[in-house]
């Protein structure tokens, strides 16, 4: 009989992977920083008014957003506002009806649809947009998505943009 004694190991059910696929998820987590610190940038620009900066960096995020392997609501909607912010209305609206067509009251759809029809002077798509969001909010504010809270303020203000606050 072997001196070593065998223990059994007993490990927490987590979300996260306990593989060693390091190799491969870690160029996946990598893009997806890229792309998510791209669009910070380019948002962080648009709030100051750097339209040359905008313009330079645009792409970069556009480029960075597809070459994910995956591509999330929230990430689509990041998309959706870099071509909104180039003034890329027809990509914009694209985004937004792709998200909707995955979940059909999303509001960060709603919201991105509403924005990429005004860029494109469609008011009355804004307003069939704005509509909607108004119409749906309550049930998907009780969905408690992550997206809706990282994304609070740009809800807030389209909120009252819909509402004719703003």
Do not use: C
């Not at 957003?65 to 995956?70: A, K, N």
């Not at 959706?80 to 960060?108: F, Y």
């Not at 649809?113 to 909010?137: H, I, Y």
Request: glycine content about 4%.
């Amino acid at each position: 009989m072997s001196d070593k004694k065998k223990y059994a190991v007993y490990l927490p059910r987590t979300d996260f992977p306990m593989k060693a696929d390091l190799p491969q998820r870690e160029p996946k987590r990598l893009e997806a920083w890229k792309a998510d610190r791209l669009y910070e940038r380019i948002m962080v620009y648009q709030e100051a008014g750097k339209t040359d900066s905008v313009m330079i960096f645009a792409p970069m995020g556009l480029a960075a957003h597809e070459l994910l392997p995956s591509i999330d609501l929230d990430r689509r909607y990041h998309a959706g506002r870099i071509a909104e912010a180039a003034g890329l209305s027809d990509m914009a609206l694209a985004q937004a009806d792709t998200i909707l067509q995955q979940d059909t009251d999303h509001l960060l759809g709603l919201i991105l649809g509403a924005r990429a029809a005004r860029l494109g002077n469609d008011e009355t798509k804004a307003r069939t947009f704005d509509e909607r969001l108004l119409r749906v909010l309550d049930a998907q504010r009780a969905r408690q998505l992550p997206e809706y809270d990282q994304h609070r303020a740009e809800i807030e203000l389209a909120l009252r943009r819909a509402r004719g606050e703003s």
